[in-house]
């Protein structure tokens, strides 16, 4: 049969390039049936008729044919592709000697033209077939390596403290050597004991000595040690990480034949350009980018490629091009796609934003092209009016967001209208270890990976404001909500004494676009670990992502970033159902709101100031500039105004002047909010005819409030 198959593949060499092969089919059939005879008289039972001598010719000048006098130049090779288990998988009973000598030489006896010879390299097995679940096994025991590094790290501490203690009882020893000789000279009649002492202390010194030279060595050769570990740990790791290395083609090309038959079913013409297919990445970016990559690819067909004839309209080939390319940097594999369709057009996502509630229209009015553009990445965002299998939905774009956030990455847009768009995911390299920041809370080690924290900072109890019910701080100038990591965890809180002196730190949280301030009891180290999942029965845990052990021996929840800021919205909701629940007048007041208009130039300092007056129940009108603000005040009934100073198209001084000109507008409040703060800007305000001059350098928004209640 090997002979057989050898021919096989010799036939086919030869149809496909052309060479002859040598093969003589006749003999290689006449070997098979010689062998299925053979068998069939082996299987014959004992007292059957023996074969005809006509039969016993036939076999036998077949056999003879057939018996294969290998040269000594060429010994035979077999090829890798082959399993080497045939070398002896013969039974040991059972085979018959002609028929062997058809593929086992050594069972004859050549002469010396037929001598064979073997090639110890002839036969050399240059790849192996191993599990990944075994590669996630050797993955985690060179974790495990990696903790036991830091905890002989912790252990050359220890020994460092020790060495500290001796040296300080040797100093303490040389210092105190004369003692026993002033005390010799001035005692006369103790000399016995002083003997003893003398020769205690001689003991001690002898000791001590010996002791230090103990530690130093111990010292040193630890050191050594650690230093071996930590080059062999870390060459260990990255030639495992090497092994799990696969080349992105492995999922680039499944897509072709996707892509095709979307384009065929909208009656498009797409052609897919893949790139950068050799480029090698861990096998987990390849098993968990396979579904995000889809929706990207089947967005571009249905979003960004038009039809052919909108092509031609706009001077493109009625043959679109989508562009799969993957890269390697320094530190990140980088996966694009890219198309050159219609793009992402602005004020279509912005329509849509609107119309779904994600933001305010004065925040929308006030965005970048980039950043509506990049609200497709929201939750359930979608532009299509129709609902169908490939889009419209609401899913897709967030689901690869997600994806490439837990591979520690990022993702990023750029399109132009009529000419396309490409996505940029940035994905990082070392997926088997994890670098942490951890935080003590309530004596608990936790640890939060690095790559969703945008910065720590200490603040203070002054720094503290509330908006909406939720405690606020100012981060590069715009509000961010703060909140207890223990209360976020559910833990039992600890009321910690807080005066105006005392700091607190504060962890900034970045997940995309959304942040979030939590406080911890302490920042304790940063180090690399190795995340342990968790078991079937815990797999999925709110707020944790798993779990892992520190150089300590303490193990340490490694905590879900996402689920942090989402734990801090529901705690926030819950608190708003709460105060509706707790009385009805809260309810009849929302009937009676007083109506402010707010005119501020600076999206920062509207948003902070709108939800300051909104959380005291007032109902917000904003207006983006002094302009806006005058056109809006005739639109409903306003009960205050609230402005800034400097601001583009008219000002806060011409508006309040503006306003008081029409009688209308006598008794309507007017409070000023600006960074002027001299006494001859207030003297201008109160001549424009402003009710209240506030500053922001004193900005308090309990002033603010108790001025607009007052003047109301």
């Known amino acids: 049969m090997f002979q057989a198959l050898d021919a096989l593949r010799k036939l086919v060499q030869e149809a496909s390039t052309g060479e002859p092969s040598g093969v003589k089919t006749f003999q290689v059939m006449a070997s098979l049936i010689a062998a299925e005879g053979q068998s069939s008289l082996e299987t014959q039972p004992a007292n059957d008729t023996p074969v005809s001598e006509q039969q016993t010719l ?57 001598k064979v010879t073997f090639d110890g390299n002839a036969h050399r097995i240059e790849t192996i077939r191993v599990s990944t679940r075994q590669l996630d096994a050797l993955m985690t025991q060179t974790g495990e390596l990696t903790v036991t ?52 202390y001689n003991r001690a010194s002898q000791h001590l000595e010996k002791l ?19 080059l062999i740990s870390n060459e ?67 979003h960004g490629i038009e039809s052919s004839e909108e092509r031609q309209q706009y ?61 497709i990445f929201f939750p359930g965002f979608t532009t299509r009016t129709l609902v169908t299998e490939i889009s419209g939905r609401g ?43 951890i935080v003590g809370v309530q004596s ?25 019910g939720r405690d606020t701080i100012i981060f590069e100038e715009q509000p961010l909500s703060v909140a207890q990591l223990s209360e976020l965890l559910e833990l039992e809180s600890s009321q910690k004494e807080m005066n105006a002196s005392t700091t607190f730190p504060c962890i900034v949280l970045k997940v995309g676009e959304e942040k979030l301030g939590v406080f911890v009891d302490a920042l304790i180290d940063e180090q690399d670990v190795v995340l342990k999942s968790q078991s079937q029965l815990l797999k999925r845990v709110r707020n944790i992502s798993g779990a892992t052990i520190l150089g300590t021996g303490e193990v340490c929840m490694i905590l879900n970033a996402l689920d942090l800021i989402k734990s801090a919205r529901k705690h926030l909701n819950s608190s708003r159902t709460s105060v509706k629940i707790e009385g009805k007048t809260h309810q009849d007041s929302l009937k009676q709101k007083s109506v402010i208009l707010l005119v501020e130039d600076s999206i920062a300092t509207r948003t902070q100031e709108k939800r300051i007056l909104e959380a005291a129940g007032y109902e917000v009108i904003t207006a983006v500039d002094g302009l806006d603000g005058f056109n809006k005040l005739k639109t409903r009934p306003i009960d205050a105004v609230i402005s800034d100073v400097q601001m583009p198209n008219l000002d806060g001084l011409s508006l309040t002047a503006k306003i008081r000109e029409n009688q209308d507008y006598n008794e309507l409040p007017i409070i000023l909010v600006t960074s002027l703060a001299s006494d001859e800007d207030k003297r201008r305000g109160a001549e424009a005819g402003a009710n209240a001059y506030i500053t922001k350098s004193s900005f308090n928004q309990q002033v603010l409030l108790e001025t607009l209640k007052r003047l109301i």
């Open 58 to 114: 036939e076999v036998s000048e077949i056999i003879e044919v057939e018996t294969i006098k290998p040269s000594p130049e060429k010994p035979p090779q077999f090829s890798s592709e082959e399993p080497v288990s045939h070398l002896n998988s013969y039974p040991e009973e059972g085979i018959n000697p002609s028929v062997s000598s058809l593929s086992s030489p050594v069972n004859s006896s050549p002469t010396n033209d037929d």
């Open 149 to 200: 590094k830091i905890r002989i790290v912790h252990r050359l501490s220890e020994v460092e403290a020790l060495t500290l203690l001796w040296e300080e009882w040797s100093r303490d020893a040389f210092v105190n050597r004369f003692v026993l000789n002033d005390l010799e000279n001035q005692s006369t009649n103790t000399h016995k004991t002083i003997e003893q002492l003398h020769n205690y």
């Open 212 to 230: 230090g030279a103990l530690i130093n060595q111990l010292r040193g050769s630890l050191y050594e040690d650690t230093a071996r570990l930590e």
């Open 236 to 302: 260990l790791e990255d030639d495992i990480r090497t092994l799990r290395l696969l080349p992105l083609s492995t999922i680039f090309n499944r897509f072709s034949r996707m892509v095709r038959d979307l384009a065929r079913q909208q009656n498009k013409q797409v052609e897919l350009i893949i790139e950068g297919g050799e480029t090698r990445a861990d096998k987990r970016i390849l098993e968990e980018m396979k579904d995000p990559l889809m929706h990207l690819l089947r967005n571009a067909v249905d």
């Open 315 to 375: 001077g493109k080939s009625p043959v679109a091009q989508i562009c799969l390319r993957g890269y390697q940097t320094a530190t990140s594999v980088i996966i694009e796609v890219s198309d050159d369709g219609r793009g992402i057009n602005p004020e279509q996502v912005k329509k849509t934003a609107l119309k779904r509630g994600i933001y305010p229209p004065e925040e929308l009015e006030t965005m970048t092209s980039k950043q509506l553009q990049s609200l």
């Open 395 to 437: 899913v897709g774009m967030d689901v690869v967001r997600n994806n490439v956030e837990q591979l520690k990455g990022s993702i990023e847009l750029e399109s132009v209208p009529t000419k396309g768009s490409t996505f940029r995911m940035r994905l990082g390299t070392a997926l088997a270890t994890t670098h942490v920041l």
């Open 444 to 468: 608990i080690s936790y640890g939060i990976p690095v790559e969703f924290v945008r910065t720590t900072r200490l603040v203070s109890p002054s720094e503290l404001f509330t908006i909406e």
